[in-house]
C-alpha cells in the first residue's frame, strides 16, 4: 500500500511540473502584452515599455522560465523583506515564491492564502450536498425502479445536468436572496455565521448541478447490487430490507461514488467559476479567470499549481480510499 | 379538504412566482422620510457596487475610472472640478497665473489636516508631485506633465529634485512650465499630483497605506481587496461640517443582476451598472425616472483604420467608409448609452464648436469616394468594390463586437467586406498596437482630462506611433495636425486656441483615420432619499454634499428581524 501510494505521489509531481510547464508557455505563446495590461489601455508607449522592462518580460522565455523555477522553491532565511519579500516559507527554511502579482503588486502566495480556503469551503460545501442529494436520490430511484419515483428521479437529475450553473445561480438568486430575502444575494460575508449564510445558495447551485451525476451512478451501481444473490440470500435470512440496502448493497456502491468524489474535488478547487462570479464569491476560480484574462502571469501559474496540486491529491486519495473500500483493487496492484 | 387546501395554497404560491419572475416590475423607489425638511443630516452609510475593481488607491498609480472615484473622496486637490465641470480653487485659496503662462503661483488655505492630523505644506505639495513623477512611480500620466521645467532629467533619475516645483514660506508653491501648456490646469485639478500624507514619503512603495486630505479616510482593514472598500469620516476635514455621510461602501465584481437586486431592495444607494432592458424600464418608470441622469459623454468610439496598410493607405477609402456610416442606425444598438458622434471631441467638452460640420451619412457621397478611390461599386448589380476581405479586429462581448456586425452590413453596401475577427481584451489590446498587423478596428478613448488634446495628442499625433504599442492606432501622420495641436497647446488666449482645435478636427474629419460613429455615456439611479446626488462630470460619485434621509430607517435597522440576518446569527450563536 505505502509503495502505491509513493508511487502515485511521485506520478502527481511530474504531472504537476508538466502542467505547470504547459501553463508557462501558453501564457507566454498567447497574443498578448502584460505590460500594456498593467500600464492601462491609455498609458503612453515609453511608460509600457518601463512596465515591461520592470516586470522582466523583456528577457527571453528561457531566461524568466529558469528564473520562475529557481525562484519556485528555494532555500532563505525567514525575513519578509528584501529579496524575500514574497516568499512563503514552509518549514526546514524552504521558501515558496511565485513573485508578485503585475496587477495588484502583492505576493501571489499571499493571495492564493487568503482564497483558497474560501475555495475549499465552498467546495467542501458543494460536495457535501452533491453526495446527499445525489446518493439519496439514487438510491431510491433504485429500490424504486421503473416507478414513477424512479422516472421522477432520473428526470429530476437529466434537468440537473442539463441547466448550466448560470440558469441554476441566477434563479436561486432571485428565489431566495430577491423574492423571499432568506439568504444573502452575494458575497462572503463578515462574521463565521454570515460566511456559512452566504455558502448556502452558491453550495446549492454547485450541488444541484453535480448531484444529477451522482443520482444517476448510484442509481446503475445500486440496481446492479440489489439483483446480486447475496441480496436475496440476506433477505431470504431475514434482513430487514432497509439495513440490507444501507449496510450491504450501498458499502459496496462506494467505490465508484468514491472516484467521482475525487475528480470532482480538484475540479472544485479549480475553481467554480460561473458560480463564484455569480455569487462574488471570492475564490480561487474568479482570481484565475481575472488573472488570465489580464494575463497577470504570476497569478495564472499560483492558481495552476494550487489546482495541480488538488486535483491530484484529490485523486491520490480517491486511489487509496478505493483500495481501503475494496479489497480486490489491493489485490490487483 | 385540507388537502386541496393545501395543493391551492403551493399553486398559487407557483404561479405568483412564476408571473413575478416573468414580468420583474419594479417596485417603487425607497423614499425619504421627512419631505418637508431639506436640511441636511449628518449620518449614514452610502453604498454603491461595479462589475469592475479598483487597481489601486494610490494617485501616482492610478489609471481606472472606478479608483478615480474612490481617490476624489481620498485625496484632496490644490484644485478641483465644481460640479458643472469647471474648476474651482480646492487646497489651494487662490493661484495666480503668470502673463506668459508659464508659471502658477498656489497659496494654500492653513490649517487644513491629513488623516493623520498632520498639516498640509506647501512642502508636502511639492513632496508629493516628485513622488508621484518620480522614475519609481508607475504614474501612468506622468509624461502628461512633461512641460514642467526639469521634467526630462527627473524623471529619468539623473537629478533628486524636481526643478519646476519651489516653495516659499509655508503656504505658497509655484509651478515653472517651460512653455505655456493649456492643459496643465485641468490635470493639476485630476488625481495625479493631489498632496500624500508624509507617511508616503518621497518614493513610491506598493504597500502604502492610502492617506490624504480629502473628506473620506480609509481605516485599517479598510481594503478587502476583489471584494469592497469602507472609507470612514474624515473628522479633520477643512470644509466645516462636512461630510455628512458616516461611511462610505464599495462592493467590486458584483454582476448586473444582483446589483438590480440590491438597489431595488434599498442595498444598493444609487445604481450605474445596467442590463439594457433594466435601463429602459427605470428610464420609463415615472416613479424612477426623476431619480435617474445621464453623465456626460466621456468617451468616442469609431473605426479606426490603419492608415500604412491597404486599403487604408488610400484617403478615398477612409473617406468613404466614414460616409457609409448610418450613425443614426448604428446608436440604436444600445439607444441608451449611444450618441452619433461626428468627431473626436464630444459635445461635453468647453470650446465645441457647433458650427463644424464633422462626418456623416452620404451614401452617394460614400460610393463616389469608392470611385475616385479606383474601387468602383455598383449597388445594383453588386460588382465592383474593394475586392479583399479586410479582417476586423474586435474583442469578444463587448458593444464593439455588436457594433462591428452593423457596420459590416452598412460597409457591404459600398463593396467593403469586412471579415469579424474576436478575440480576448488582453489580445486585442496587444494586437490593435502593433505596427502592419491590424488594418482595421474599433477605437475608443475615454477623456483623461476635459479639455480637447486629451482626443487629440495621444492617438493621431505622430509621436504617439510606436512599433509595438501605438496609441495612434490609425498609425496616422500629418505634420499639419501635429502643429495645430503641438500650438494649441501652447496657445495661453481660449478663442485662439478653441480656433486651433477646431481646425484640428477638421482636418481629422476629412481625412478620417477613424470613422467616428458614437459617444458612450452612463446613466445612474438612485433613491430619492439620497439628497443633493448628482452625477459629477468627472468623478461620477463626489459624496462631500451627499446625505441621507431614508424612510424606515438604515438597512440593517430594517432588516432586524430579517430572516437573512437570523440566520446568519444562528450561525454565529452555534459557531460560537
Redesign the interface.
Known sequence: MIRRIARRLAWSLFVIWATVTLAFLVNFALPSNPARIVAGPQAPPARVAAVRKELGLDRPLTVQYAYFLKRLAHVGPNTADGPHATCLAVGGGLHVDLGKSYQQRRPVVTILAERLPRTLMLAAAAIFVQMTLGILAGVIAAVYKRTAIDFLAVSTSLIGISTPTFVTGLLLQWFFGHYLHLLPLDGYGESPGEHLASLILPALTLGIFGAAYYTRLVRDEMIGQLSQGYVQTALAKGLPRRTMIVRHALRNAWVPIVTLVGLEAGTLVGGAVVTESIFRWPGLGSLSVTAMLDRDGPIVMGSVIVTAIAVTLSTVAADVMTGLLDPRSRARD | MRSIRARRSVCALALG?LL??CSQELSAPIPTAHPEDATPRRSGKFTFASFG?I??LDPANV??GLSVQLLENLFAGLLDYDEHGKITPDLAENWTISDDGTSFRFVLREGVRFHDGEEVTAQDVKRSVERALHPSA???Y??AFASITGYEPYRAGKVDHLEGVTVSGQYVVTFHLDAPDASFLPLLAMHPLRPVCRSAKNRYE?TWHPCGAGPFKLPAGGWD????ITLVRHPGYFRPGLPYLDEVHA?F???F??QR??F??G?LDILRDFLAPDLLKFQADPRWKPYGEYEIEKTVGGIAMNTEMPPFDNVEVRRAIASAIDRDKLRLIRAANLRAADRPVPPSIEGFDPNLRGQHYDYPAALDHMRRAGFAYDPVTKIGGYPHVIPYLVYGQSIDEYLAQVMQQMLAKIGIRIEIRV?????F???R?RRGESPMGPGS??E?YPEPSTFLE?IFTSQ?I?D????NWAFYKNPRFDDLVSRAKREVDQGRRQKLYTEAQALLCDEAPWAFTHYYRLYTQWHPYLHDYRPHPLWATDLRKVWLDRAGGAPLAR?FF???DA?????????Q
Open positions: 412566482w413575478a419572475g475593481d487597481r489601486s489609471s481606472d508607475p504614474n501612468p506622468a509624461s506598493d481587496r476583489g471584494r469592497e462592493l465584481h458584483v454582476n443582476n444582483a437586486f440590491k431595488v431592495g442595498d478575440v480576448n481584451y488582453a489580445s489590446l496587444a494586437l498596437g478613448w475615454t483623461d495621444p504617439a510606436n509595438s504599442d501605438s496609441n432588516s430579517h430572516p437573512k440566520l446568519a446569527t444562528l450561525f454565529d450563536r452555534s459557531s
